[in-house]
């Protein structure tokens, strides 16, 4: 495991974002450089100390599912390595295996969000009003049960510090238009049945998901930004899950449990983390990656 890495420097190279988790910068007009920093954000405020390894267990997993989801849909990943586009060598060392290489897209302005299981936000709106994002589920599901079928419940992308919004499928359609909504929720649909599928085989049960998309030049849709990790996904340990209750999930669980036990209004800047609450935290990611991947 390289040294943890909270916020990368490359002055060769055009920061053109910086974002909770992610480091952007301009490579050429086609390309630009992803970097997953260790940097580990919860209730939308970013933590003081990284998490070492976490943003290599980002990148390598999101590949593994590029890897596999790359019959149903191109992405993003493009052939340049990094010694092409990074040349210091002590530079591509604090790097490690945190970077991407991506094609340069359009961005589409929402989160495709595909859910499986009753839980978090989605748990929250059923309880409320008996749907989600518009969706009316059968009365009298408990929480963390497994839905008939997955659903498609769209969110917009929020700005830094801001929170995603669940917004209904109209809604989608009124922003990017029906033909190109409709096939990303199917698209969505599927890779999330068929991801969903091979998880239960690394004994994890993906509870939900979201996906992001982008255009190229000729408006074919892409798979961008990180696909089916930890910090995208709420994966949990398939032995232990029950109904009833919000199982253990390989993510920032340990952080927020933590978060929550203390007087902090959620607001930047966080708390100093425990160092025991950081290494659990780095298993956590690093166990998620044994099991679905199955290397470290």
């Known amino acids: 495991m390289t040294k943890a890495l909270f916020q990368s420097n490359l002055p060769d190279l055009e920061l053109i974002y910086r974002g909770k988790v992610r480091d952007v910068y301009a490579i050429d007009q086609d390309h630009i450089l992803i970097i997953a920093s260790d940097r580990l954000s919860a209730f939308d405020v970013i933590m003081p100390q990284p998490i070492p390894g976490k943003g290599e267990v980002l990148t390598r997993v999101a590949n593994f599912w590029f890897g596999r989801t790359n019959h149903l ?3 993003h990943l493009s052939n340049l390595s990094l010694e092409q586009v990074v040349s210091d060598l002590t530079q591509r060392e604090a790097i490690g295996d945190r970077a991407t290489i991506a094609r340069r897209l359009k961005p589409l302005p929402i989160e495709a969000v595909v859910r499986g299981y009753i839980i978090g936000s989605g748990w929250k709106d ?3 009003n008996g749907a989600v994002c518009g ?3 059968p009365a009298g599901l408990e929480q963390a049960q497994k839905l008939d079928q997955p659903i498609f419940t769209p969110a917009t992308k929020a700005e830094m510090g801001d929170h995603d919004e669940n917004i209904s499928f109209q809604q989608v359609q009124n ?3 029906a033909e190109l909504a409709e096939k990303i929720k199917a698209l969505s649909t599927q890779i999330y049945s068929e991801a969903a599928d091979y998880a239960k085989t690394r004994g994890i049960i993906i509870a939900d998901t979201k996906f992001e998309f982008g255009l190229d030049d000729d408006d074919r849709l892409h798979l961008i930004d ?3 990790t930890p910090d995208s996904s709420r994966f949990w ?3 232990t899950y029950s109904v009833g ?3 253990p999930s390989f993510d920032k669980q340990f952080v927020r449990d933590y978060l929550e036990t203390l007087d902090w ?3 930047a800047p966080g708390p100093d983390l425990p160092k025991e609450i950081i290494l659990k935290t780095a298993e956590k990611y690093a166990e998620a990656e044994s099991r679905l991947v199955g290397s470290t």
Do not use: F
Request: hydrophobic share 40%.
């Open 175 to 177: 922003t990017i238009g």
């Open 237 to 239: 340990p398939a032995d």
């Open 265 to 267: 209004d959620k607001t």
């Open 73 to 75: 849909v191109p992405n």
């Open 126 to 128: 059923y309880q409320a």
């Open 226 to 228: 990180e696909v089916l």
């Open 245 to 247: 209750v919000s199982p």
């Open 135 to 137: 969706i009316s589920l």
